[in-house]
């Protein structure tokens, strides 16, 4: 017989000092504690359910039990997430909002995207004859594919203003002290310039590119028919570029796996691996994004467990990516685990889970996978270098995590 129970409670007034502290580890390190996939802690002063696994990931992005608006702590909103953007929304006004961003999303912008990673790579690494850093390049690159991409006017020489504004965004967010405040003043910064941007836009007094992101963002009308106040136009164009620039985060993790493993990218050469495996379990094994938030709509019960309305809830990403459950010999890194993979929206979930036009799943998934693998291609095919000695490393609780991987250009 079934009955009601409460969540594992871990005691104590706060524990946002351990979550800084554990990072990653963070909610496992609970979980595991109370050999539940369920517990319930308190951060930030707020009581915060936390939970990992496929069910829980499906039971997370359920929207008849969970809501987004004012889920997001402040501090996030002001850094990563900007005010008012979609990942704030819910309902018909969410479903609006997103479609906007997959209609970016076709087959055509997918190809372009891809042709962009190869000509700035190339643009990048033919004007290098010694060592380069990895992240920082790839930042760079980024960036300029960035502003392309979404059709942003820029000049030239606003590039490399453009690339050390968008970083602090999501290298700082989960900072505090004065990386946080430069965090929050490199949004202020951009919102504003892109602001006046689509004022311009809007006036006419420039001229862009109408089948690109900054034009439709800036032109884009509500579920009442008016134009989007153009504070939160601009924050939906920063959650194109700021994530873009971010892939480097990924593309510093690629290299650092073929440098862990070479055996793996040989293994790609002789055609005996798929570059798109590696990929993928470059995305399941290294840590990025370590949980989404949401809040309980209503009272109710799941497993016996009561979810009481309104509780924050933190879904952990990193966890659900390394969980047993799921994954055979979840901490080895193995792409070949991909190799016929057959996984659901909530089982393999680094950009989030669930449904992409009516949840909250990555709008730039896609995206991301294509700019992966266009790069690793590149440099397997087209480049020649090699890895000096280096011990790159990282530690669980920075986030995210930019060891430094460096090439060195050959011939
Ligand atoms: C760097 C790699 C990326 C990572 C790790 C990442 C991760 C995530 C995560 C965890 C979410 C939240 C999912 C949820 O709330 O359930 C998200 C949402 C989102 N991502 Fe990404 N993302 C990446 C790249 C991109 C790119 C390249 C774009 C656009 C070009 C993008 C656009 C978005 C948008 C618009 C949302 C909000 C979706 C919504 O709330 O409905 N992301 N991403």
Redesign the pocket.
Known sequence: MSHQRKIPKETGWDHSIELLREGYYFILNRTGKFDSRVVLTRILGAKTICMVGKKEAEL??DTDKFY?EEAAPTSAQKTILGQG?????DGEE?RH??AM?MS??TKEALNEIQQLTKEEWQSYINKETDEVEIYEAAKVVLTRI?LR??GVPYKEEEVQYWASNLSPL?EYASKIGPKNIKSRWSRQKLESKLEDLIQKVRKERINVDRSRAFYQFSMHKDLNGELLDQHIAAV?LL????????????INFTFLGWFEHPEQVKAIKNGELNSEQFIQEV?RYYP??P????RVRKDFTWNNYIFKKDTVTF?D?YGTNHDPEIWDEPDEFKPTRFNGWEGTPFDF??????E?DI???????W??IK?LKTTLEYFINEVTFEFPDQEPEYQMNDI?PKPKVIIKMKG
């Open positions: 997370f992005y987004r953007g979609v990942q704030g929304l969410h909002r997103k961003f970016l999303m960035a991409w979404t999501f939906e959650n194109l570029i700021r994530p873009l620039v971010a892939i480097a985060v990924y995305r990025f994004f949980f989404v938030v949401a879904l990403l979930i680094p950009q989030g889970g669930g992409f949840g909250h799943r990555c709008a730039g998934e995206i991301t700019i995210p």
